[in-house]
């Protein structure tokens, strides 16, 4: 199985920062990789898809790059609806993996 | 408009069987393309792939579970419905459904709102 590891595991930050979140993969996976955003008691919510796609609804201040093994969610001037927690997903091979989340908190 | 809902026990003994109904809508699981996965969360930890059923069938399995899996669909009723045996306290999460598209890269764009089952005597 591919391991994918987010840095860091959490982070504080302002109203109006720019927030920067770290996924790399065990091995590459070209751009098959997707970001979601949680919020407490509810479900996973995709921002990102192959690595820079952003999904249709989803506010452009968040952005995503890289490719084989190293990719970024960029987060610009964040807002108050953004403190959640950010998981980043493997879709190259089965089975589908997950980091284990950037839990982003007010400063 | 999309929706998924999980459905079932919310208390499972320990050695019982498990069974999951996702019932969804706006889309057909016989659609080139789609597919439905089951993906759990144990509480305040990540998230982990279950299982996933395509529209032509097909059925992959994770690999430290797949001996307890059993992922089926219904296209006629819109629904997946999944069975895990001799649950443990340690298979105590949130449980939840969620479509995956091939033209997006495999992510899965629209969840359920997710059932919480606990594992307890």
């Known amino acids: 199985d591919i391991q994918m590891t987010q840095s860091p595991s959490s982070l504080s930050a302002s109203v109006g920062d720019r927030v920067t979140i770290t996924c790399r993969a065990s091995?590459?996976?070209?751009?098959?990789l997707n970001w979601y955003q949680q919020k407490p008691g509810k479900a996973p919510k995709l921002l990102i898809y192959?690595?820079?796609s952003l999904q249709s609804g989803v506010p452009a201040r968040f952005s995503g790059s890289g490719s084989g093994t190293d990719f970024t969610l960029s987060i610009n001037s964040l807002q108050p609806e953004d403190f959640a927690t950010y998981f980043c997903?493997?879709?190259?091979?089965?089975?589908?993996?997950f980091g284990q989340g950037t839990k982003v908190v007010i400063k | 408009q999309v929706t998924l809902r999980e459905s079932g026990p919310a208390l499972v003994k320990p050695t019982q069987t498990l069974t999951l109904t996702c019932t969804f809508s706006?889309?057909?699981?016989?659609?080139?393309?789609?597919?439905v996965s089951w993906i759990r969360q144990p509480p305040g930890k990540a998230l982990e792939w279950l299982a996933h059923?395509?529209?032509?069938?097909?059925?992959y399995y994770s690999t430290s579970l797949q001996t307890r899996l059993t992922i089926s669909k219904d296209t006629s009723k819109n629904q997946v419905v999944l069975t895990m045996t001799n649950m443990d306290p340690v298979d105590t999460a949130t449980y939840y459904c969620?479509?995956?598209?091939?033209?997006?890269?495999?992510?899965?764009?629209?969840w359920g709102q997710g059932t919480l089952v606990t594992v307890s005597s």
């Open positions: 969620a479509r995956m598209r091939a033209d997006i890269a495999l992510a899965f764009d629209y």
């Open positions: 706006g889309f057909s699981l016989s659609t080139s393309g789609m597919s």
């Open positions: 059923i395509d529209w032509d069938d097909d059925k």
């Open positions: 091995q590459s996976i070209r751009s098959y």
């Open positions: 192959a690595a820079s």
């Open positions: 997903q493997q879709s190259y091979s089965t089975p589908p993996t």
